[in-house]
């Protein structure tokens, strides 16, 4: 017995060690940041709707409904419709369910398989062989339970559980990336919309305004006041105006339909939703995460993480594969001649083995699949780095984005007030002949391109601010709703549904609505 102490002792320390690294990781440099000055406040413009300045507040948390900021009902709709009925959401749920059966169907390795066996053969001896006159007939009745179990040693089944969970980890991610790019992608086509109908309006102003206009000159060219050319020369602008509202009504139409695409709708299924830039809000104070947070807030960065995490799991079982497999098998049961008599005395069977396999000679393969997962690990962190990178630069270009919109938009504001005033005062001097059509026609080109220029500046700080919450990782740490997760079941059986889905067999599967 104390001869045996110390063999047990050693085989108890060598099932708790887990071969290959344990993960850790990689730290972000500490003097990381997203530029070398500090952006606190945006520019203002003079005008209602997105002219505001933002505020820049660091260490601002987000809000889990980030987009609600926005202060549009129709606008919060639209995204909790998508994110219930999108098709990438219900994939990439799907996704993470099966990775998480996947970690338990792992974790079920570091227990013992139980089976049950229950038999009886029939069966017709030659006399000849049994040294009979005749041929009996024999029957033999047996049950038994037999256990086999493989200890994990040196922690490849555990790697591989890690491995397993690094991956359902790497699509929980994968999930919540989603999440935010069709959230955003909601935001975005909203602001589109609305920039659209905004910029098809102002043509309609314009176009009322070249109008009167082209019944002035008319009338002044009834008179004989002015020459033909005056007259053709409107008519040809008011044409060209009028030929920019097809182009923006096709966009329009398209931009509707990629909505009803994220609302998982038709396009037959529009329900009439408008937005105009005035509807919405732009939010006025902005959160900007500290550097150290960003790696924790980011669906790409945890996801990539997740992928590091994955591939230095796996170096562990490519290690413990390298050493001796042990396994124990063991069964006991009963074999009789007659199975009214199965558990009887004497009729007991059992049986106990145990097993080392180590390879000897594989001409190098199991080295070389070690090797092969340090290089995927190398890979991975090198892809880690590289989404650490772009995730800071993303929040780099997102400010700096909103630093240049707000001043563009406050010199569009400016340009199209100047324009206005100058087409009001070159029409009053055309009036009294103190300018050429030329002018006039100049200043009534100029205003256009103002106006036009102005509505889509307007739409870009929308667009940029939803960018910024993107850049940050949306809040999804602040939603509530829960993920989709898979549960183990005790034993692995079919359930009756699956055992009788129908009396028709035959019949094709009923195919998934679509609507």
């Known amino acids: 017995m104390q001869r045996c102490l110390p063999l047990s002792l050693l085989f108890i320390a060598l099932a708790g060690c887990t071969l290959g690294p344990d993960f850790v990781r990689p ?4 003097d990381a940041g997203y530029s070398t000055h500090n952006l606190t406040t945006t520019a203002r413009a003079d005008i209602d709707a997105g002219g505001a300045a933002q505020r820049l507040i660091a260490g601002m948390d987000i809000p889990g409904q980030w987009w609600t900021l926005f202060r549009s009902p129709e606008l919060n709709a639209l995204v909790e419709e998508a994110l219930r009925a999108n098709p990438d959401i219900s994939a990439a749920q799907a996704a993470l369910r099966q990775a998480n059966e996947q970690v338990y169907v792992d974790q079920a390795s570091l227990f013992p398989v139980l089976n049950g066996n229950l038999s009886k053969t029939r069966q017709k001896v030659s006399g000849t062989t049994s040294g009979t006159a005749s041929s009996p007939i024999l029957t033999l009745s047996s049950a038994s339970l037999s256990v086999s179990y493989a200890p994990d040693v040196f922690g490849g089944t555990r790697r591989q559980i890690e491995s397993s969970t690094a991956q359902a980890e790497y699509q929980r991610f994968q999930l919540e990336a989603t999440y935010l790019t069709l959230s955003t992608n909601v935001v975005n086509t909203a602001v589109s919309l609305a920039s659209l109908r905004d910029q098809i309006a102002a043509t309609g102003q314009i176009i009322q305004l070249q109008s009167d206009q082209l019944d002035l000159l008319q009338a002044q060219r009834r008179l004989g006041a002015i020459a033909d050319t005056d007259v053709l020369t409107q008519q040809t602008a008011l044409a060209q105006t009028r030929a920019t509202l097809a182009p923006l009504q096709k966009q329009l139409a398209q931009t509707r339909n990629q909505l009803m695409a994220y609302l998982g709708r038709f396009p037959n299924q529009d329900k009439g939703e408008r937005f105009n830039l005035a509807s919405l809000h732009l939010p006025q104070e902005l959160p900007v995460s500290l550097p150290s947070a960003i790696v924790e807030q980011r669906p790409d960065v945890r996801s990539a993480q997740a992928q590091l995490h994955e591939a230095s799991a796996n170096i562990g079982v490519a290690v413990a ?46 080295e070389h699949r070690k090797r092969a997962a340090v290089a995927a690990y190398d890979q991975s962190a090198a892809q880690y780095r590289g989404t650490v990178l772009a995730a800071f630069q993303d929040v780099a270009n997102a400010l700096r984005a909103l630093e240049a919109d707000a001043e563009a938009l406050k010199q569009q504001v400016a340009a199209e007030q100047s324009a206005q005033a100058s087409l009001a005062l070159v029409q009053a001097q055309y009036r009294l002949g103190a300018v050429a059509y030329i002018n006039l026609l100049t200043a009534q080109q100029t205003y256009q391109n103002t106006v036009l220029s102005r509505v889509q500046a307007q739409a870009v700080r929308y667009s940029d601010t939803a960018a910024l919450f993107q850049a940050l990782g949306g809040g999804w740490w602040n939603r509530s709703d829960p993920d989709p997760q898979g549960r183990p079941d005790r034993f692995g059986l079919p359930t009756w549904q699956e055992l009788m889905p129908s009396h028709n067999k035959t019949a094709p599967a009923k195919p998934t609505r679509l609507d």
């Open 27 to 30: 730290e972000v440099a500490a």
């Open 321 to 366: 594969n390298q050493l001796p497999q042990f396994s124990i098998t063991g069964s006991l049961g009963s074999t009789v001649a007659s199975g009214s008599t199965l558990f009887s005395a004497g009729s007991g069977v059992w049986s106990l083995a145990g097993a080392i396999a180590q390879p000897l000679f594989d001409a190098g393969a199991l």
